[in-house]
């Protein structure tokens, strides 16, 4: 998965200084290279910096970078190359693990083409020998899942040149590839293809709570990172009988981030050298509210709290609302809410704040997404059909559109504290 249009949108543009920090806070004063390197302790893996033990706190980022240091964030990650991120990240004592395009097998790229292939090499080499002195880069990563639905394993042949390559001109950043999920077929591939690469980076979803599973049927037993985690996969969860993904509720992903991380990230520092949750920021991907942990306007959502306890072992001063349940004409999301064109129908949520702020709703009916992309290529917010606020009302009455087809209702509950909890409904009108 990415971002869409292959780079981050940040909110502001700041100022250069010196002055950073590693991952233990301590400070380091370089406008150099900072030395980063994969040790083998014992039977443990782990990541040094400036050499010093480095343990952060990482996202995939396309918001506040602000915001993200407040809630203890040190180390973002990018899908596609981007200079000006790494003199922000820098300004903020944050690191960056620098991700180029590499353009993948479903975008067009055949690698069998030389020319194509040779002028994306010369890309890459521009940037790297432009960049690879920069204090705040961690680590280069060479193409994002390059492994989705691809036929032509001769990607990994070129992986492996480019990381070669960056080896000769840059020992201070170890290099890396993502893939999508953890696949004994895929790592194979790699092993050997790309031997060049320091480290394996995996992205994984409703799998992270098999990855250690994954991993042992692959027989991977070098270092590797979690590179984006987060909600369960549209393509992974329950549909209507229409089609339509059952999207969890605000506060259902926060149990999952919560739940997956301990299962299967934290216990495994010993060859998990690092992670970024997914998304630190807002996209549209099936809905606007499926993968950001913020709302389009800025909200953070109850899994911003989830993510503030696993970086500081304590949960934030004011707490997002929590969301137990929605119903439309009586009926939960899971049980295909059929409804009459025309008709005016219930709506309801359940919601509670832990610091009893009071709260207010926001309805919003929209029609159901007919996007087909994969891998979090760049989607159209689908349109639009009403908009209902109000100050203390949990519960509504709806009129369903007038045209057959598929549609969501979706429910935001504020707690004027810049937090927001949110759930949705799939339903199909019937004329």
Not at 61 to 77: P, Q, T, Y
Not at 88 to 107: K, S
Not at 291 to 320: A, C, M, S
């Amino acid at each position: 998965m990415r971002v869409g249009n292959y780079s981050l949108i940040i909110i502001a543009f700041f100022l250069i200084i010196s002055c950073n920090q590693n991952g233990d806070g301590q400070e380091i004063i370089n406008d150099g290279p900072i030395k980063v390197e994969i040790r083998k302790e014992g039977k443990a893996y782990q990541l040094y910096r400036g050499g010093q033990p480095y343990l952060f706190n990482g996202a995939g980022l396309s918001g506040d970078i602000k915001k993200f240091v407040e809630h203890g964030g040190n180390s973002i990650r990018t899908w596609a190359e981007n200079s000006e991120i790494l003199d922000i990240a820098h300004e903020h004592g944050v690191t960056v693990f620098m991700c180029f395009y590499i353009q993948p097998e479903r975008h067009d790229m055949d690698y069998g083409d030389k020319e194509q292939v040779n002028k994306q090499f010369e890309r890459v080499k521009k940037f790297v020998l432009a960049n690879k002195d920069h204090p705040a880069l961690l680590a280069w990563c060479i193409g994002n899942e390059l492994n989705l639905n691809y036929t032509d394993p001769s990607v990994y042949d070129e992986v492996n040149r480019i990381s070669k390559w960056i080896h000769e001109v840059d020992p201070n950043h170890p290099t890396t590839t993502t893939i999508s999920s953890v696949n004994p077929e895929v790592v194979k591939d790699i092993k050997e293809r790309a031997p060049s690469l320091d480290f394996l980076s995996v992205q994984v979803y409703g799998d992270l709570f098999v990855l250690q599973d994954l991993l042992q049927k692959s027989n991977w037993t070098k270092p590797y990172m979690v590179t984006e985690w987060g909600a369960i996969g549209h393509w992974e969860m329950k549909s209507t009988a229409w089609g339509a993904p059952l999207e969890q509720n605000s506060t259902e992903k926060a149990a999952t981030y919560l739940k997956g991380y301990n299962k299967s990230i934290g216990p495994f520092g010993d060859q998990c050298i690092g992670n970024y949750v997914f998304l630190w920021g807002q996209k549209q991907e099936r809905t606007p509210t499926w993968y950001g942990l913020f709302l389009k306007e800025g909200e953070e959502t109850e899994v911003i709290d989830v993510i503030h306890y696993i970086w500081n072992d304590e949960w934030p001063q004011n707490r997002t609302p929590r969301l137990s349940a929605m119903y439309l004409n009586g009926k939960k999301a899971d049980e295909n809410v059929y409804l009459n064109a025309g008709y005016e129908y219930s709506a309801s949520v359940a919601t509670e704040d832990y610091d009893e702020d009071p709260l207010s709703f926001k309805w919003v009916i929209m029609k159901e997404s007919t996007e087909t992309k994969e891998g979090g290529d760049k989607e159209e917010v689908p349109e639009k059909l009403g908009v209902i606020e109000s100050a203390d009302q949990s519960s509504i009455v709806i009129t369903a559109p007038e045209e057959e087809g598929a549609y969501r209702l979706f429910v935001y509950v504020y707690d004027g504290n810049n937090h927001a909890a949110h759930a949705n409904i799939p339903f199909y009108v019937n004329q």
